[in-house]
């Protein structure tokens, strides 16, 4: 019995070893004595956090409180991936009393450590109302669907106003040939 225990312990040190995905065994996932017969490799993962900030916060203030709270996850090791502030929105639901909140997108690339170092630090914070922690298996660079629509509202609204003032310089351009020609009939 022990010979096989050594056998198994053996093989699961190759198969980690060579980095193999798993140990082929027949058809247990345990050996003897709860031994692991094989190994899954587990994916890098990532922590998604969204919190609510309460709105009576100015948005410096927000990027401030955030800092603090990037601080304390890289100061366990954790890293962050991605930042985005979503500005005030109107919440589905009031919460406190307050119908609006400044959201915040945190994704982390840490430990478990990290996340509950997070989790705690966000916990003991009087000014987050609300917050959300969710895993990720794989990480998108492009920005989230509300800061892409707020990033496509703020260019439509440059192009607006940039054509507002074409048409603002056209308009002078009109007026002062208009005026140039009634100057030169005038003189005439």
């Known amino acids: 019995m022990l010979a096989i225990v050594t056998l198994l312990l053996m093989m699961r040190r190759h198969c980690v070893d060579n980095h193999a995905d798993y140990i082929p065994c027949s058809g247990r996932a345990y050996g003897y004595r ?10 890098v993962l990532y922590y998604e956090t969204i919190f609510i900030v309460n709105p009576d916060i100015s948005q410096e203030n927000t990027e401030k ?67 959300l922690t969710t895993k990720l298996t794989e990480l998108s660079d492009k920005p989230s669907p509300l800061l892409r629509r707020a990033q496509a509202a703020a260019k439509r609204e440059e192009a607006a106003a940039e054509e507002k003032a074409e048409a603002a310089a056209e308009a002078a351009a009109e007026e002062k040939a208009v005026e140039a020609a009634d100057g030169a009939e005038a003189s005439a």
Do not use: C, F, Q
Request: proline share 1%; glycine share 8%.
């Open 65 to 131: 409180l955030t800092d603090e709270l990037v601080a304390k996850v890289e100061k366990v090791g954790g890293r962050i991936v991605k930042r985005e502030n979503w500005g005030s929105r109107p919440m589905a639901y009031s919460i406190a009393n307050r119908k609006r909140g400044n959201y915040m997108l945190l994704v982390t690339d840490g430990s478990a450590e990290a996340i509950k170092t997070l989790e705690h630090a966000i916990s003991l914070e009087e000014r987050i109302i609300r917050t």
């Open 34 to 43: 709860g031994v692991r017969l094989y190994t899954e490799r587990s994916a």
